[in-house]
Structures are given as structure tokens and as C-alpha cells.
């Protein structure tokens, strides 16, 4: 290849740093003590980081983050129970579905895609119909970039006496989420979003009471996270097969965070990001979808140029031919594109991406903005 890897501006996979990928060229065997060891401490280190560690159990598992998702469903929601899911996109449009497929009864509330969830509206809910065991939500609603209230939320579900289950997939890592604050059973996350891992696992913390309850529920044998969980405190190993090169590569991402000062210091760089995005596209006359005061730091959701000549497929291609990845819209009503803010990148980055999003304009003739 004679040009450099392209920058990845999407929401996961994304760009990861070099250390990262350098910790995945050796083998591990599964049965390797120092291997269990990696597992192990990249558990503690991500327990930390919600402040977890009395409360909660890490219950890594292999697979994409909708896998880890579906386990956390599947595993915390008794048959019997009830999950209301609260939507404003395709993310939690994903909830339902799970919920339908794997059998668990589910209403449903959705607002806009440019309208977080409210407590107010959550308390409604959980007043006007007690048998509602669980309440879902997405904390970062990836497919537009949307922030939801998630402490408001969680405070009016304690008081109702109903149980949560965070989606935090896009949010895990950069934006701060403390367990002993946010009351909560399950908060799904994964390798390879906030924490610049590589893609492959996904893992769960879950209350222990309530994973301890959990015998049984699981429609599943690979996504029961109560056997997961139980043969990984009895052995120190995984149940079936680890992705063990994505969690080396994690567990070599998790020192970076460190280094790099942890939470905060990963936050004040997506947030830098997004606002040198926010304002670069704002000076080529790139309308973002979203009010900045619901808008997280994570992804970016444009409105399409109006002009004709604009086309999603060239501008990507254009786009690409300079080094960066864009990502298309998911929305239905409108034509948007996204740009990720999340990634080993930084504002400098993020400043020649919109410099490339520019020179491409200007090429495809793109007038009408
Ligand atoms: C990325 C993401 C997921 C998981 O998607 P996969 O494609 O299965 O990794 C789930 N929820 C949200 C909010 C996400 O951003």
C-alpha cells in the first residue's frame, strides 16, 4: 500500500494507536496463566472506571457489543418480567427487537430522534403500569450522537422500585458513569468503542444480587452471562474460546487510558474533538442535526447538502481519497451523514478531516450547502 492507512471517523471500529495493534502480534493459549492474568486485570481496570468494584461484576463475553446486549437481556430480565425500552433511534429500535426475539414482554416509548428520553415521561410510564419489571435505555443514542438524561432516569426508576439496564456501548469509558450514583443492573459496553480496543468483546456489569438471581433465566448457552460468570470466578478462564488478541489489545488500550489520565482526559479529548468538528463543518456551512446541548461528544450527524450534486457514495469516496472514513446517515426522515469524534485522533485530526470534507465539496462542485 503506497498511501497510509486511512483515519477511521466512525463510531467503532475505529482508529486505534499502534501500541494497540503492536499487543495483538503475539498467540496466547487460552489455558495460559498469564493470559487469564490479562483477563483478569482488564476486568478490574474497567470496574473501576464506573466505580464498581463492591457492587458489580464484570462479565466480559465474546462477540460484537449487540452479543453482549442480548446476553445482558437475556440473562437479567426473568421470563415473567417486563421491559419497558426507551427509543430515539436505531439503537434502541435494536432493545425492542431483542426483547421480541428473545421471547421477554416489552413496551416500548419513543420520542424524535432530535428528543431525549425524560425522567418525567419514565415516571409516567412506571406509574401507569406496575407490572414493568425493567426499564432499557441507550445512554448515547450512536445513530444520531444524542445524549439521554441517564442519572434523572435512573434516580425515578430506584424510586419506582424497577430495575435498569444501560446500553452505554458508545458512551462506556469517556463519558462519566458512577455505579454507586447511578443506580443500575446491567451496563453494557465494548472493546472497541470509548476505549480504542479493538472490536470483538463485549462485557457487562452486572449488580451481583441481581446476576446471582440469574440462574436459569437465560434462553441461551453462549450468552448466559450467570455461567459465564460462575466458570470464570471457578476457573479464571473463559467458558468457550476467548478473542485472546482483542483482549490483549484491550488490556495494552486500558494502559493508554491510564497514561492518558484516565475518564477525564479521554472526555476533555472527545470533547475537543467535537467542538473543533462542530465548528469547522459550521465554517464550510455544514448544519449539524442536533442542538449542542443534547449533542455528545461522541459522533456528529450532519444534515446532507441540498445541492444535487452532492451524492453520499462520491463524497465518501472523496473523502476516503484524503484519509478519512465518514459514516452514512440512519436516519429515515431526513438525508444526514456522520462523523465520528471518538478514536486515537485528536483536534488536528478532526481539523484536516474538515479540510478534506471541504476539498471534496469543491471538487463534486457541491454549491448549495
Ligand atoms: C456500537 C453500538 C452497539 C453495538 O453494536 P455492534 O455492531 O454489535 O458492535 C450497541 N449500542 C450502541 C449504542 C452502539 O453504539
Not at 278 to 284: E, H, K, S, V
Request: net charge neutral.
Amino acid at each position: 500500500m503506497t498511501l497510509a492507512a486511512p483515519i477511521l471517523l466512525t463510531p467503532g471500529p475505529l482508529t486505534t494507536s499502534p501500541r494497540t495493534r503492536q499487543a495483538m502480534l503475539v498467540d496466547w493459549g487460552s489455558w495460559d496463566e498469564r493470559f487469564n492474568q490479562l483477563t483478569a486485570s482488564v476486568c478490574k481496570q474497567l470496574l473501576a472506571i464506573i466505580n464498581g468494584t463492591d457492587t458489580h461484576h464484570c462479565v466480559p463475553l465474546q462477540g460484537s457489543g449487540t452479543f453482549a446486549v442480548e446476553a445482558a437481556i437475556g440473562t437479567l430480565v426473568p421470563r415473567d418480567g417486563h421491559v419497558l425500552v426507551l427509543i430515539n433511534g436505531a439503537y434502541g429500535k435494536r432493545l425492542a427487537k431483542i426483547c421480541d426475539v428473545l421471547g421477554r414482554r416489552f413496551s416500548t416509548f419513543e420520542t424524535a430522534e432530535d428528543q431525549p428520553s425524560t425522567a418525567a415521561d419514565v415516571e409516567r410510564l412506571l406509574k401507569a403500569d406496575s407490572s414493568i419489571s425493567h426499564v432499557a435505555v441507550i445512554h448515547c443514542e450512536t445513530s444520531t450522537g444524542i445524549l439521554n438524561p441517564l442519572s434523572e432516569i435512573a434516580a425515578v426508576i430506584a424510586q419506582q422500585g424497577k430495575r435498569l439496564i444501560i446500553d452505554a456501548m458508545s458512551s462506556f469509558g469517556a463519558l462519566p458513569i458512577d455505579a454507586q450514583e447511578v443506580p443500575f443492573d446491567a451496563l453494557i459496553a465494548a472493546s472497541g468503542k470509548c476505549l480504542e480496543g479493538v472490536p470483538g468483546m463485549g462485557f457487562v456489569f452486572a449488580r451481583k444480587a441481581a446476576l446471582a438471581n440469574a440462574a436459569g433465566n437465560s434462553h441461551s448457552l453462549a450468552l448466559d452471562l450467570h455461567d459465564q460468570q460462575a466458570y470464570m470466578a471457578k476457573t479464571g478462564q473463559w467458558r468457550f474460546t476467548p478473542p485472546t488478541h482483542v483482549v490483549a489489545a484491550l488490556h495494552e488500550a486500558l494502559l493508554q487510558y491510564d497514561e492518558e489520565g484516565g475518564l477525564p482526559a479521554r472526555h476533555k479529548r472527545y470533547a475537543s474533538n467535537c467542538q473543533t468538528l462542530l465548528d469547522g463543518m459550521a465554517g464550510l456551512g455544514l448544519r449539524s442535526f442536533l442542538p449542542d446541548a443534547i449533542q455528545a461528544p461522541i459522533i456528529v450527524t450532519f444534515h446532507a447538502p441540498k445541492d444535487p450534486r452532492y451524492q453520499f457514495k462520491t463524497f465518501y469516496e472523496r473523502v476516503k481519497a484524503k484519509g478519512f472514513i465518514l459514516y452514512p446517515g440512519k436516519l429515515t426522515q431526513v438525508e444526514t451523514f456522520r462523523v465520528g469524534c471518538i478514536g486515537h485522533v485528536n483536534s488536528i485530526d478532526m481539523h484536516a478531516a474538515v479540510n478534506a470534507i471541504g476539498q471534496a465539496l469543491r471538487e463534486m462542485e457541491v454549491l448549495d450547502i
